[in-house]
């Protein structure tokens, strides 16, 4: 039973004696308070989310970033969708929210076996649940517009199986590839009519034209009526530089909640070298303005996007071997920033 100290009446008779026991127990006590706040429920912590202004906060109603990582499409790499690596990620990397991209349109993807996407998706949001972590659930399409009546089902589905939990967010359009913005609401406002009627306050993210890129124009004629809802922001900084950065400056100034939901430190492709000094300019201009991300993505494809390296075990308990140079570097931007508070950054 760690942390029980057994009194023995006897030893206890000198003052020398008591006072090192009372020292002993203290210290199981301080240990016991460290250990726990290391491996502490940190949805328990921060509690339900909500949207003020453009700003992600807490149940108290404080600020707050979360950051993590975004698992692969679910069709290419179901091997690392397990309660382990959840923990891992959680425990080793110091991740505060998972992404779970459901793939939609490819073979084997949702549409073509929905019960199978839905179980590897609730194992994921399950062992989130389980570990005190916040959780993406993110319908991977880039045509979900073609398939209204399938995505409304199934995040009717995850709401009622979810939504009691401060926990889940709901991605609700992933990367919008050849909608226009106005397609792109029209879908977002059926899929967040059906999920407030059954979850009335969970954040819902929705995206925007040119894979999540065109924030301006859902900054300008932004969802009316609707709480909690934050717009997905991607980037890839080895292609996205100062200009899309200045367009979603613009959208915040509009008072556009913006979440990058995925962003990678290579070329929007997934290839090319990682843009570490652009990848670090991204890292601060999300510090600076308390924006929350996920990392694409736990995949051991060989591109550079990818964090594992090919054939890296499916369980987690990665060493540093096991890991990409873009794997490296994002563990470590983890194990750094979700140990500090959030405060905006000094400094180019």
Not at 17 to 29: D, N, P, Q
Not at 105 to 121: C, D, F, N, W
Not at 184 to 212: F, T
Not at 331 to 342: E, G, M
């Amino acid at each position: 039973m760690t942390g029980f100290i057994r009194f023995d009446r006897t030893a206890a008779q000198t003052p020398l004696t008591r006072a090192m026991l009372l020292v002993g127990a203290f210290l199981v006590c301080v240990t016991n308070t460290f250990a726990q706040s290391r491996s502490g429920d940190f949805v328990a912590e921060h509690g339900q989310l909500s949207v003020s202004g453009t700003q992600l906060v807490d149940s108290a109603g404080a600020p707050i970033v979360l950051r993590g990582m975004s698992f692969g499409w679910h069709v290419w790499w179901p091997q690392f969708w397990n309660a382990d690596v959840v923990s891992w990620l959680r425990d080793d990397w110091n991740c505060t929210v998972l992404r779970a991209a459901m793939g939609i349109e490819p073979r084997g993807g949702y549409l073509q076996s929905s019960e199978e996407a839905k179980q590897i998706v609730k194992t994921v949001v399950d062992a989130c649940i389980q570990n005190g972590m916040y959780v993406i659930i993110d319908w991977h399409d880039h045509n979900a517009s073609k398939h209204l009546d399938e995505s409304k089902e199934f995040f009717v589905e995850m709401a009622q199986t979810y939504g009691a939990h401060p926990n889940v967010i709901y991605e609700i359009y992933n990367e919008p590839e050849g909608d226009t913005w106005e397609e792109v609401k029209q879908y977002a406002e059926s899929i967040i009519a059906a999920i407030r009627e059954v979850d009335p306050d969970n954040i819902i993210l929705v995206g925007s034209p040119h894979w999540d890129q065109d924030v301006h124009l859902a900054a300008d004629d932004p969802i009316d009526g609707v709480a909690n809802v934050m717009y997905a922001l991607h980037f890839y900084a080895g292609t996205h530089k100062q200009s899309l950065r200045d367009n979603a400056d613009y959208a915040l100034s509009k008072g556009l909640p913006l979440f990058v939901s995925e962003y990678g430190g290579c070329e929007a492709s997934g290839l090319g070298k990682l843009d570490l000094p652009e990848w670090d300019r991204w890292v601060k201009w999300m510090e600076d303005r308390k924006i929350s991300w996920c990392k694409w993505c736990i995949g051991d494809k060989e591109e550079t996007c990818a964090a594992l390296i090919p054939r890296a075990r499916s369980t987690g308990g990665w060493s540093q071997s096991d890991l990409t140079h873009s794997g490296v570097y994002v563990r470590n931007l983890l194990r750094r920033l979700n140990q500090a508070p959030v405060t905006p950054s000094s400094g180019e």
